[in-house]
């Protein structure tokens, strides 16, 4: 054998060693394959520290380009260079603090550090408040002055000049809200230029004439030489990382004031209220909530281990206060501490004892100071405020919320008109069928095996046909094949990331030696997006759709499964300094390229597995190679209020679990809870048996139909929540808390959720379980989705269940849009007529809203959509028109009626209505609240009003 035939095959065995070990991985998560704090040199140094009055001071305060600016000096050691702040505030009680490195310093710093380019949206800039006077004075109980910047007629912002602090108050009680370094833990690690041999052993010499003659020189010579060692390298499982600028971290503790619990700070298996991590009580090995994009296998529940996406956002919430936000724009690994009370016992420091307080330790490798305080007071003012700064989140087109079928790998063309067939057969609707790697031709992107699918356009036309879409994958890792358009393109025009040394980086992934486009770059990202026209993605349609996955960006064999962290971007930047928006700017890439095939006319559908904040923008999210167990059902919940909080509405979790065979009770009571998520789809391993709907007995495919159901009944609801999401940033799915915020049961449940304001879900966690424990809050009632039946707000019940659902309730108050004809996909239901489900209060009155626009268009932003609100009060339902009317905005119409009208706790006994537009009377009758096979508690119904969707109206009750 020749040695180039030796090579190949030598690098054939690695491969195929390294997928071995990938895949065994899946079998046994290994902890000890990724970091822990203690391995990550920059959160050991944090952790070490204690709290203390702190030793920074604000000098130089004055007002600069309409902001606050200040130098912050260490009045104890006037060696290190100062730092540069600056606060601006915006509409809205929004406070931006930056902290960077002086880049007039003597020396200045080797480079400038990585600032994160666009994630705070371009209109944001707008609203800035421009600060003219600088209004500084002693508030009580200061020794030194303060600086105030004006928020809102409620807010203001303080920078204490002496010792440095931050923090926002309420003016009118001057109680504190959220607060930065009030524990003295602010570090920030300077860049630096590694020096030349000769001058380190110099200033070695200097030293060593202060050492005391009792110490062991040798021992402080072999500490200072590893010191010196770990300050320009970090080694982990065999993977060295250079570090040419020394260490960068910045650390600082925040307290919110007036929380019961802190929330957010995705992605983690964790419960929703975030435990606390450190401090008195814990065990010394507790460790941080970890920010880091990994791909992560089987992940563990009820770990702070970091996943795919990392969002360093954290919400607070309490009874005293409300609701208060704190975001940190940066996209380098940060690891997060919650303390417990009286960790900081030893400080010294006294801080307001007058509310409750929740610290936080916050840690980051890399990057700067670019911080947001958000200071409510409501929930969905966080939000809103939150998503002021990163963008709510992208109206998605109609098909995209209904349900999805997924399995690595539908094998052939044969197997996917096989599975689309028998959908029909068994009367069950979906929307969109996808297509994993192995539809490409030799893990080759954009490419198809022409022998399992020569014929890709026809085989998506004959979905199309039906109403369905399909979606394909497309990850970053990109083979090196020489013969390969897409490799050889990118090579000639220099667009990878490059390794330490200069060179197109080369790992590992599906295709084998892989490299990866930098999408940072500007240029890289427009080049990227034109490879999704028909011309370039031969094969593709306008039903054809994308799937983001393993953009973290995962390599099997670079440290942690990820890149190094001294690989080179544009403009020189580390990985370490981006690695948690590298899936960010794929994502944002992709989106853009299926924007642009069609000329900027429909709306794009991208599934991304890496986040970071302002993901939203982009497409939908799901939470990765989840299990096919109860806890990883029960799990997803938390994880994915989590990511609604943190402005990703769009969000969901493998329907029966991505590895292993999932029971069939388990797969029903997922489907079941999935069918309310708001990203619906079920997906499988390639290992896993096949597990389409009508593959578990006739009574299971009965149930699992009939939650599928469910979720296209309910599309016209959870198309509004979308378009409220997407002009609000308030998510479609919510914890209970952000609906009752004052009542203190509901801040700490996380196994129950509202879908908008009007539907509380209560999963089911537990196999054969016969009752469940549903607390319903608020002092209104709440009727049954299904049957009608009525239960009080303010208690927990007791409900036997059975396999028929879960517990699901509709709020007193609301009412609710509904289709009930039951077609083969969301696009065919189109024209279809509506139910309104009218949910009365104690006040017999009730209202909710309905969006309706093309579903796939942006003619909506241009005014072309119905928005109506129905308001039922005294014996009379009103449809009133809530969309612009002016002359310039284009107009949606449809011919969609509402052919019935359901009244749940009517107290009267009424015979007739009476539609006051056509002067005509309909009967009043008793019906089924639910139409399927006969089940529901008779109710109040009206029959075929004939009212059409888009008019002005009113019916009244006789």
């Given at each position: 054998?020749?040695?180039?035939?030796?090579k190949?095959?030598t690098l054939?065995l690695?491969?195929?060693?390294?997928?071995?070990?990938?895949?065994?991985?899946?079998?046994s998560w290994?902890k000890?394959?990724?970091?822990?704090?203690?391995?990550?040199p920059?959160?050991?140094?944090?952790?070490?520290?204690?709290?203390a009055?702190s030793?920074?001071?604000?000098?130089?305060v004055?007002?600069s380009?309409?902001d606050l600016v200040?130098?912050i000096?260490?009045?104890?050691?006037?060696q290190?260079?100062?730092?540069i702040?600056s606060l601006?505030?915006?509409q809205d009680?929004?406070?931006?603090l930056k902290?960077?490195?002086d880049?007039?310093?003597i020396?200045p710093?080797?480079k400038?550090?990585?600032?994160?380019?666009?994630?705070v949206v371009?209109?944001?800039t707008?609203?800035?408040l421009?600060l003219?006077?600088?209004?500084?004075?002693t508030?009580?109980?200061?020794?030194s002055?303060?600086?105030i910047v004006?928020?809102n007629?409620?807010?203001?912002?303080v920078l204490?000049h002496?010792p440095?602090?931050?923090?926002?108050r309420?003016?009118?009680?001057?109680?504190?809200?959220?607060s930065?370094?009030s524990?003295?833990?602010?570090d920030?690690?300077?860049l630096?230029?590694?020096?030349p041999?000769?001058d380190?052993?110099e200033?070695?010499?200097?030293?060593d004439q202060?050492?005391d003659d009792d110490?062991?020189q040798?021992?402080?010579?072999?500490?200072?030489?590893?010191?010196?060692d770990?300050n320009?390298a970090?080694?982990?499982?065999?993977h060295?990382?250079?570090?040419p600028?020394g260490?960068?971290?910045?650390s600082?503790?925040?307290?919110?004031?007036?929380?019961d619990?802190v929330?957010?700070?995705?992605?983690?298996a964790?419960?929703f209220a975030l435990?606390?991590?450190?401090?008195p009580g814990?065990?010394?090995?507790?460790?941080?909530y970890?920010?880091?994009?990994?791909?992560v296998?089987?992940y563990?529940?009820?770990a702070?281990f970091?996943?795919?996406?990392s969002?360093p956002?954290m919400?607070?919430?309490?009874?005293?206060?409300?609701?208060?936000?704190?975001?940190w724009?940066n996209?380098?690994?940060?690891?997060?501490?919650v303390?417990?009370?009286g960790?900081d016992?030893?400080?010294g420091?006294s801080?307001?004892s007058?509310?409750?307080r929740?610290?936080?330790?916050?840690?980051?490798e890399?990057g700067?100071v670019?911080?947001f305080?958000?200071?409510?007071?409501?929930?969905?003012?966080?939000v809103?405020?939150?998503?002021?700064?990163?963008g709510?989140?992208?109206?998605?087109?109609l098909?995209?919320?209904a349900?999805?079928?997924c399995?690595?790998?539908y094998?052939?063309e044969?197997d996917v008109?096989?599975?689309?067939t028998?959908?029909?057969?068994?009367?069950?609707?979906?929307?969109?069928?996808w297509?994993?790697i192995e539809?490409?031709?030799?893990?080759?992107y954009?490419t198809w095996d022409?022998?399992m699918?020569?014929h890709?356009?026809e085989?998506q036309?004959?979905?199309?046909?039906?109403?369905?879409?399909?979606?394909?994958?497309?990850d970053?890792h990109?083979k090196?094949?020489?013969g390969?358009?897409l490799?050889?393109?990118a090579?000639?025009?220099g667009?990878?990331?490059?390794d330490?040394?200069?060179?197109d980086?080369d790992g590992w992934?599906?295709?084998g030696?892989?490299?990866?486009p930098?999408t940072?770059?500007?240029?890289?990202?427009s080049?990227w997006?034109?490879r999704?026209?028909?011309?370039?993605y031969v094969?593709s349609?306008p039903s054809?759709?994308i799937?983001?996955?393993?953009?973290?960006?995962?390599?099997?064999?670079?440290?942690e499964l990820t890149?190094?962290r001294?690989?080179?971007?544009?403009?020189?930047?580390?990985?370490?300094?981006?690695?948690?928006?590298?899936?960010?700017y794929?994502?944002?890439a992709?989106?853009?390229?299926?924007?642009?095939r069609?000329n900027?006319?429909?709306?794009?559908?991208v599934l991304?597995?890496?986040?970071f904040?302002?993901?939203?923008r982009?497409?939908?999210?799901w939470t990765g190679?989840?299990t096919?167990?109860?806890?990883?059902?029960?799990?997803?919940v938390?994880m994915?209020l989590?990511?609604?909080?943190t402005g990703?509405?769009f969000?969901?979790?493998d329907?029966?679990?991505?590895?292993g065979?999932p029971e069939?009770?388990?797969?029903v009571?997922?489907?079941q809870v999935g069918a309310f998520?708001?990203?619906?789809?079920a997906?499988?391993h390639?290992?896993?048996?096949?597990r389409?709907?009508?593959?578990?007995?006739?009574?299971?495919?009965?149930l699992i139909?009939?939650?599928i159901h469910?979720r296209?009944m309910?599309?016209p609801?959870?198309?509004?929540?979308f378009?409220?999401?997407n002009?609000s940033?308030?998510?479609?799915v919510r914890p209970?808390?952000?609906e009752f915020?004052s009542e203190e049961?509901t801040f700490n449940?996380?196994e129950?959720?509202m879908?908008?304001?009007?539907?509380?879900?209560?999963g089911?966690?537990?196999?054969r379980a016969?009752?469940a424990?549903?607390y319903l809050?608020?002092?209104?009632?709440w009727?049954?989705?299904?049957?009608g039946t009525t239960?009080?707000?303010?208690?927990?019940?007791?409900?036997?269940?059975?396999e028929?659902s879960?517990?699901?309730?509709?709020?007193?108050?609301?009412?609710?849009?509904r289709?009930d004809?039951?077609?083969?996909?969301s696009?065919?239901?189109?024209n279809?007529?509506?139910?309104l489900?009218i949910a009365?209060?104690?006040?017999?009155?009730a209202?909710?809203?309905?969006?309706v626009?093309?579903?796939?268009?942006?003619d909506f932003?241009?005014g072309?959509?119905?928005?109506?609100?129905?308001?039922f009060?005294?014996?009379?339902?009103?449809s009133?028109?809530l969309?612009?009317t002016s002359?310039g905005?284009?107009?949606?119409s449809?011919?969609s009626?509402v052919?019935?009208?359901i009244?749940?706790?009517?107290?009267?006994?009424p015979?007739?209505?009476h539609?006051?537009s056509?002067?005509?009377?309909?009967?009043i009758?008793?019906g089924?609240?639910w139409l399927?096979?006969?089940?529901g508690?008779?109710?109040?119904t009206?029959?075929k009003?004939?009212v059409?969707i888009?008019d002005?109206?009113?019916i009244?009750?006789l």
């Amino acid at each position: 054998m020749n040695p180039p035939q030796m090579k190949n095959l030598t690098l054939l065995l690695l491969l195929l060693l390294l997928f071995s070990l990938h895949l065994t991985s899946v079998l046994s998560w290994k902890k000890d394959e990724f970091r822990n704090c203690n391995q990550t040199p920059f959160c050991k140094r944090a952790r070490s520290r204690k709290p203390a009055p702190s030793s920074l001071i604000a000098t130089d305060v004055s007002v600069s380009d309409g902001d606050l600016v200040a130098k912050i000096t260490n009045r104890r050691d006037d060696q290190i260079k100062p730092l540069i702040l600056s606060l601006s505030a915006y509409q809205d009680g929004i406070l931006r603090l930056k902290i960077d490195e002086d880049p007039s310093s003597i020396p200045p710093p080797p480079k400038k550090r990585f600032e994160v380019p666009n994630v705070v949206v371009p209109e944001f800039t707008s609203k800035k408040l421009w600060l003219q006077n600088l209004d500084t004075k002693t508030l009580d109980g200061d020794s030194s002055p303060s600086s105030i910047v004006y928020l809102n007629e409620e807010y203001d912002a303080v920078l204490r000049h002496e010792p440095f602090e931050i923090y926002v108050r309420d003016k009118s009680s001057g109680k504190r809200v959220i607060s930065l370094n009030s524990h003295g833990l602010f570090d920030f690690e300077q860049l630096k230029h590694k020096k030349p041999k000769s001058d380190q052993e110099e200033e070695k010499h200097d030293h060593d004439q202060y050492q005391d003659d009792d110490q062991d020189q040798d021992q402080v010579q072999v500490k200072e030489e590893k010191d010196e060692d770990e300050n320009w390298a970090e080694t982990f499982r065999g993977h060295t990382d250079s570090r040419p600028y020394g260490p960068q971290s910045i650390s600082f503790d925040v307290s919110f004031y007036g929380a019961d619990f802190v929330y957010g700070i995705p992605e983690h298996a964790t419960s929703f209220a975030l435990k606390p991590t450190r401090g008195p009580g814990l065990e010394d090995h507790s460790e941080p909530y970890r920010l880091f994009n990994l791909d992560v296998f089987e992940y563990v529940n009820e770990a702070p281990f970091g996943l795919y996406g990392s969002i360093p956002f954290m919400i607070s919430h309490g009874k005293t206060h409300g609701t208060s936000g704190f975001f940190w724009l940066n996209a380098a690994e940060m690891q997060i501490d919650v303390l417990t009370a009286g960790w900081d016992a030893d400080s010294g420091i006294s801080l307001p004892s007058d509310r409750s307080r929740i610290d936080t330790l916050w840690m980051s490798e890399a990057g700067i100071v670019d911080a947001f305080f958000f200071v409510g007071p409501k929930p969905k003012d966080v939000v809103r405020q939150y998503t002021s700064v990163t963008g709510t989140p992208a109206m998605p087109q109609l098909f995209a919320t209904a349900y999805h079928q997924c399995r690595w790998n539908y094998r052939d063309e044969e197997d996917v008109e096989n599975v689309d067939t028998k959908f029909d057969e068994n009367n069950i609707p979906y929307d969109v069928l996808w297509l994993d790697i192995e539809h490409t031709d030799g893990k080759r992107y954009f490419t198809w095996d022409r022998v399992m699918f020569p014929h890709p356009e026809e085989m998506q036309n004959k979905l199309a046909a039906k109403g369905r879409h399909m979606v394909t994958i497309v990850d970053p890792h990109t083979k090196r094949d020489d013969g390969y358009f897409l490799h050889k393109e990118a090579t000639q025009k220099g667009y990878y990331v490059k390794d330490a040394n200069g060179n197109d980086f080369d790992g590992w992934c599906w295709p084998g030696s892989s490299s990866y486009p930098d999408t940072l770059n500007p240029e890289i990202r427009s080049w990227w997006a034109d490879r999704f026209s028909y011309e370039n993605y031969v094969g593709s349609t306008p039903s054809l759709y994308i799937w983001n996955d393993m953009n973290e960006p995962s390599v099997f064999n670079g440290p942690e499964l990820t890149m190094p962290r001294d690989a080179l971007h544009y403009g020189g930047v580390e990985h370490r300094e981006l690695h948690n928006v590298y899936g960010y700017y794929f994502h944002m890439a992709t989106a853009d390229g299926l924007q642009k095939r069609g000329n900027g006319k429909d709306r794009p559908f991208v599934l991304s597995r890496a986040i970071f904040a302002g993901s939203q923008r982009y497409g939908a999210i799901w939470t990765g190679d989840n299990t096919a167990e109860w806890e990883h059902l029960r799990v997803s919940v938390p994880m994915i209020l989590s990511l609604g909080l943190t402005g990703i509405s769009f969000s969901g979790a493998d329907v029966g679990g991505f590895f292993g065979n999932p029971e069939p009770e388990l797969l029903v009571r997922w489907y079941q809870v999935g069918a309310f998520y708001p990203f619906f789809r079920a997906h499988a391993h390639h290992d896993t048996k096949r597990r389409e709907p009508w593959l578990f007995g006739e009574r299971n495919t009965e149930l699992i139909r009939d939650a599928i159901h469910v979720r296209y009944m309910l599309l016209p609801y959870f198309y509004t929540l979308f378009r409220e999401a997407n002009t609000s940033g308030v998510p479609v799915v919510r914890p209970l808390w952000m609906e009752f915020p004052s009542e203190e049961a509901t801040f700490n449940n996380d196994e129950a959720f509202m879908v908008g304001n009007s539907i509380l879900v209560q999963g089911i966690y537990a196999e054969r379980a016969k009752h469940a424990s549903v607390y319903l809050p608020g002092k209104q009632s709440w009727y049954d989705l299904r049957t009608g039946t009525t239960y009080k707000g303010s208690t927990t019940y007791k409900l036997d269940i059975s396999e028929d659902s879960i517990p699901a309730f509709q709020r007193a108050g609301t009412i609710i849009p509904r289709k009930d004809r039951f077609r083969r996909s969301s696009t065919q239901m189109v024209n279809d007529p509506y139910t309104l489900v009218i949910a009365l209060n104690s006040s017999q009155a009730a209202e909710g809203e309905l969006y309706v626009d093309d579903g796939k268009s942006f003619d909506f932003k241009h005014g072309a959509y119905i928005h109506r609100r129905f308001v039922f009060a005294d014996g009379k339902l009103t449809s009133v028109n809530l969309a612009p009317t002016s002359p310039g905005n284009s107009r949606f119409s449809t011919s969609s009626v509402v052919e019935r009208i359901i009244l749940l706790g009517n107290a009267s006994r009424p015979k007739s209505a009476h539609i006051e537009s056509t002067n005509l009377n309909v009967d009043i009758e008793l019906g089924p609240l639910w139409l399927q096979r006969g089940r529901g508690s008779a109710v109040v119904t009206i029959r075929k009003p004939g009212v059409r969707i888009a008019d002005d109206w009113t019916i009244k009750i006789l």
